[in-house]
């Protein structure tokens, strides 16, 4: 991409971002046109062409962006600070809550991106999940307490059971043909009062 988009004020580069993210959420990868991102953006097509290469840079690049924002939120929220597993998933959802504040459609592309089979771009995207999923969880472990938990819990086996819990509920999000944040918020806080009866050590 060109470095130029960085020099542009926060507000414009906002816009082309909330654009992006707005077209990319309500369509596949491959029925998204750059005009009508450029359009929303309010700005000219050659512009929006200017400052990326092609459609499948911009899509990358938005999809680097969450992940970026994500964990730079979760740092500033102090989730990877916590020895409570739950304790650093709530300040996680509020880290969360607070992006969608800048960014309504980052959340709706995120898991439309997920889920995209376009193969242009599906490896890529999975990759790049792969990566940041892994970093996060290495930085969440560093100062978890394992007696925390229930005795004889495999923690792993539990990280897993909440990841593929997480991924089946946002599938069946997807399939619904929208998301509804504040509905995800509850059906997560529900999940986690859940999952601290099942695995968190009775006092």
């Avoid at 990868?29 to 359009?39: D, L, W």
């Avoid at 953006?41 to 499948?56: D, E, P, R, T, V």
């Avoid at 709706?108 to 771009?121: C, G, P, V, W």
Wanted: aromatic share 16%; net charge neutral.
């Amino acid at each position: 991409m060109n470095e130029r988009f960085f020099f542009l004020p926060e507000e414009k580069q906002r816009a082309i971002i909330n654009a992006g993210y707005r077209v990319f959420s309500q369509n596949s990868y491959k029925n998204s046109p750059m005009s009508e991102i450029a359009n929303d953006a309010g700005i000219s097509k050659s512009l929006l062409f200017h400052y990326f290469l092609n459609k499948k840079e911009l899509y990358l690049f938005l999809w680097e962006r969450c992940a970026q924002m994500t964990v730079e939120y979760l740092t500033r929220h102090g989730c990877y600070e916590q020895k409570d597993l739950f304790e650093s998933m709530e300040r996680g959802m509020r880290a969360k809550v607070e992006i969608i504040r800048l960014y309504p459609d980052m959340a709706n592309f995120t898991i439309k991106a997920f889920y995209e089979k376009d193969l242009e771009i599906s490896a890529a995207v999975q990759e790049s999940y792969h990566k940041y999923f892994n970093l996060k969880a290495d930085k969440t472990r560093v100062n978890l307490d394992p007696k925390q938990f229930v005795p004889g819990l495999d923690i792993p086996m539990m990280y897993r059971e909440m990841y593929w819990a997480s991924e089946g509920y946002l599938w069946e999000m997807v399939q619904r043909g929208s998301v509804d944040i504040k509905q995800m918020e509850k059906d997560f806080s529900r999940l986690m009062s859940f999952w601290k009866s099942v695995y968190l050590r009775k006092e």
